[in-house]
């Protein structure tokens, strides 16, 4: 690395870390005039929001701005590059914009590679108090879905009706739980007026209900069940979902829940697996806005680095709200989830290559 690499390096670091800390205290300071009512009306003390639930916050802060941060320090760092004329003089000595976006590029990668880890295994981690605070003092509270007339798959073969699933007390009403073999025999069915999950034995159980076996001559024996213990393999989280379920999970632990609600014949999952792809999509929004952000700024212009800035965050607007026009296309599996958390970055990672491209060298 030369000594132009390495100022280049320093000085983009420190402009990403004042650019991400601006952005943390403005988001937080717009977030708390938003809600203040929120909290004061529903009783969070001002320890619980500053102590607890911004310190939790913060990470999800530095997740979704990271991008934005890093693009401003482009924006600044090339930009005063240019108006003091200092690639001009490289440029003369030999060096062309390729070369100079060696180190960029370098900075850009380490930090997608630090928000990819960061996204996928500490961010989660912290918006459980996140989500929990939220649904417990703001009225934006997630839309639960999938509580009443409930069907899941818990094995081949074994399939669980539920008419109505209370998640607070974690109790199902209404319980049918059926066994077929060779796909089309019913051999066994279980009717019960309830179960509830208990923390105790990790397992569902039923207090009482009726056991019905089939013969395969079509005879039929009921049996009376009290207090058993039913071997599912479904918990509660499988029978009740929320919308931002998957942003409290690692990524390990989002594939595995995504894998057990397609085994159990879920349905619109179109939210949570775009939120599952966008943890592997969004940390190259990272690398892609620095090469978007070098050609940009390297090129003098008429206003300085104001209008720079500027065009770089129509840029940047323009990237997320075409992340957010999508997204919906996804929830409802319109278009493919694996697909819309891409899109938005492939269709601005061709327009960053033409840019590097079309911009004198």
């Known amino acids: ?21 601006a952005l943390i ?3 937080i300071v717009l977030h708390y005039v938003e809600y203040i009512d929120d909290f004061m009306d529903r009783g969070a003390s001002m320890r619980e929001v500053f102590l607890v639930y911004y310190p939790s916050y913060i990470p999800e802060i530095v997740r979704l701005t990271s991008p934005l941060a890093l693009f401003l320090a482009c924006l600044y760092v090339t930009g005063r590059m240019a108006q003091g004329l200092e690639i001009v003089a490289l440029q003369m000595s030999g060096v062309s914009l390729y070369r100079l976006l060696r180190p960029y590029v370098a900075l850009a990668l380490v930090v997608t590679g630090f928000m990819f880890w960061f996204n996928g295994w500490v961010v989660p981690v912290t918006n459980r108090t996140v989500v929990t605070f939220d649904e417990k003092y703001l009225s934006k509270t997630p839309r639960q879905f999938d509580l009443s007339h409930l069907h899941r798959q818990a094995r081949p073969g074994q399939f669980l009706s539920v008419g109505y699933y209370d998640r607070e007390r974690r109790i199902a009403y209404r319980v049918s739980l059926q066994q077929f073999v060779e796909g089309r025999r019913l051999v066994y069915r279980l009717d019960a007026p309830r179960m509830a999950w208990n923390d105790s034995l990790q397992a569902w159980v039923v ?13 039929e024996v009921r049996r009376p069940v009290r207090h058993q213990q039913l071997d599912l393999p479904l918990y ?17 632990d989002a594939a595995a829940h995504l894998a057990a609600l397609r085994r159990s014949g879920a349905g619109h999952l179109g939210r949570p697996l775009v939120a599952y792809y966008s943890k592997f999509a969004y940390p190259f929004a990272n690398l892609i806005l620095v090469l978007i952000g070098v050609p940009l700024a390297s090129v003098r212009r ?5 209008v720079q800035i500027g065009i770089g965050l129509g840029v940047a607007f323009a990237y997320l709200a075409l992340q957010k026009l999508i997204e919906p296309f996804g929830y409802a599996e319109t278009l493919p989830p694996l697909l819309v958390a891409w899109l938005p970055h492939l269709v601005f990672l061709a327009g960053a290559l033409v840019l590097v491209a079309r911009t004198r060298t």
């Open 1 to 21: 690395m030369t000594l132009i690499d390495r100022h280049i390096v320093r000085r983009l670091l420190l402009g990403y870390l004042f650019f991400t800390g």
């Open 302 to 306: 008429r206003g300085g680095q104001a």
């Open 236 to 252: 509660p989280r499988d029978l009740a979902r929320t919308e931002r379920e998957v942003e409290a999970m690692t990524l390990p």
């Open 207 to 219: 207090e009482e209900g009726i056991a019905r076996y089939f013969e395969p001559d079509g005879r």
């Open 25 to 27: 205290v403005f988001f």
